[in-house]
């Protein structure tokens, strides 16, 4: 069974703090993988993918990592800033290219 | 570019009423569609996809329908709304299964 889950599932740091958030998946055959930003009351906005082959990617402040072999990914994120509050959702597609996996989420809250 | 409309934002209800939530997409030919329901502080939940122009796949047995009469179109309805009816709705976008999906603003379902 596919199954992507995701810790933790709600994490508060103070501003300016680092904070990692992790995926663990089952999907297979794996293709890629994507970490989605969703704000409060808003759709998800895909912040970074990672395919097999990559293990490591940064957007900005955002680090995306992943080990294949053990089928985990995690985001780092640096330096958090007030408005990285939000959901951070871990989506796996099967590279049959028919199904969607989505995790759970982690709910981050910054504050000041 | 390509855009994805959704509406309305909000939306309350009484319970037994119909519904019909729309969403278009423009910029782009033959996309996959996606509604997502997410209870309040839980995880996305896929509803239908769509792959082509009358072409539905119901992922979670429910009162609720989905409908494609064109191309870019994707219509979202209720017979009879329940109180579990109640959530945010997405709607969605993406090439494939497996290319970045892009979410429309969502509608907040509340149904009393």
């Known amino acids: 069974k596919n199954q992507v889950e995701q810790s933790p599932q709600s994490l508060i740091i103070l501003e300016g703090k680092n904070c990692t958030l992790q995926?663990?998946?089952?999907?297979?055959?794996?293709?890629?993988l994507r970490w989605y930003k969703q704000d409060t009351g808003r759709g998800p906005v895909s912040l970074t993918i990672?395919?097999?082959?990559?293990n490591t990617k940064s957007n900005g402040r955002y680090t995306a990592t992943l080990d294949a072999d053990t089928k985990q990914s995690s985001l780092h994120i640096t330096a958090s800033q007030l408005s990285d509050s939000a959901s951070y959702i871990c989506?796996?597609?099967?590279?049959?290219?028919?199904?969607?996996?989505f995790g759970g989420g982690t709910r981050l809250m910054v504050k000041p | 570019s390509q855009t994805i409309h959704q509406w309305p934002a909000t939306l309350v209800q009484p319970v037994g009423s119909p519904l019909s939530l729309e969403c278009t997409v423009e910029?782009?030919?033959?996309?996959?569609l996606y509604w997502y329901r997410q209870a309040a502080g839980r995880g996305l939940q896929l509803l239908f996809y769509?792959?082509?122009?009358?072409?539905i796949s119901s992922e979670v047995p429910q009162n609720l329908s989905a409908s494609r009469p064109q191309d870019r179109q994707f219509i979202l309805s209720s017979k009879k709304l329940l109180l579990s009816d109640s959530g945010f709705y997405l709607c969605?976008?993406?090439?494939?299964?497996?290319?970045?999906?892009?979410f429309g603003q969502g509608t907040r379902l509340t149904v009393v």
């Open positions: 969605a976008w993406s090439a494939t299964w497996t290319d970045e999906a892009f």
């Open positions: 995926c663990n998946y089952t999907v297979s055959p794996f293709s890629n």
């Open positions: 990672m395919t097999f082959s990559e």
């Open positions: 989506v796996v597609p099967n590279n049959a290219g028919n199904m969607l996996t």
């Open positions: 910029g782009t030919s033959n996309p996959n």
């Open positions: 769509s792959v082509g122009i009358g072409q």
